[in-house]
């Protein structure tokens, strides 16, 4: 299995709601990430866990609250967003994050996530 | 943190072999130079990694000269389903740098 799930595919939501975006992988990988994704540009870096421990927070803005409950599991937790929120969330996981820089991502589909 | 420069876009008729360059002159020592594809609406999909000279797989073939400061990525004979944008990543572990940062990526569209 080296497919990264997540879930849902598509999200709309108005700006007091409370959302999750899930995200699941079954490789044994222990470094997992989250990345938000504007129409025509690059993905751009939100989160690194390693080994279920927090590693990397890129200055994210704290209505995003990511949650890793077990090594095969990552949640990105969303409350009161902005529509300039509104983006592709992409997760991301690979074997390991350690100071190597042969690191292989593996991506999921991704959430389209619209606010409103 | 090694920054990377590729072209914005490129365009090839299906059957043409495409060659597209990532520049990385600050590339450091231990350095692998990793690529992706990403199709519209998907996560970017892992397609070659290498560290020098060349290195070829079912899908592409990377070729890094000597110096190491550019690599170019080389798909044989492209078709249609080869519309992607194409990411050259170079990670660089200094203290405070982030491990994999993606850079504005190649849009190729292959044409009939």
């Known amino acids: 299995d080296t497919e990264v799930t997540q879930t849902p595919k598509h999200l709309v939501m108005g700006m007091t709601n409370k959302k999750s975006l899930k995200c699941e992988q079954h490789m044994g990988h222990r470094a997992m990430y989250w990345y938000k994704q504007k129409a025509k540009k690059p993905p751009e870096l939100m989160f690194v866990y390693s080994y279920e421990k927090l590693s990397i927070n890129e200055s994210v803005p704290s209505r995003f609250s990511p949650e890793c409950p077990n090594s095969s599991l990552l949640n990105l937790h969303l409350h009161a967003l902005q529509p300039e929120d509104s983006a592709l969330y992409l997760c991301a996981s690979s074997q390991v994050w350690s100071t190597a820089s042969n690191e292989k991502l593996f991506f999921g589909s991704g959430t389209q996530l619209s606010v409103l | 943190l090694a920054k990377t420069t590729q072209p914005i876009s490129m365009d090839s008729y299906e059957g043409q072999e495409v060659n597209i360059t990532c520049s990385h002159n600050?590339?450091?020592?231990?350095?692998?130079i990793t690529w992706y594809q990403q199709f519209p609406s998907q996560g970017p999909r892992f397609i070659i990694q290498g560290y020098k000279t060349k290195v070829t797989n079912e899908v592409a073939s990377l070729f890094i000269p000597a110096d190491r400061k550019s690599s170019t990525l080389s798909l044989p004979r492209v078709s249609l389903s080869d519309t992607a944008v194409y990411y050259c990543l170079v990670g660089t572990r200094n203290s405070g740098n982030t491990p994999l940062v993606f850079g504005k990526g190649t849009r190729l569209s292959v044409i009939a």
């Open positions: 600050n590339i450091a020592t231990n350095d692998y």
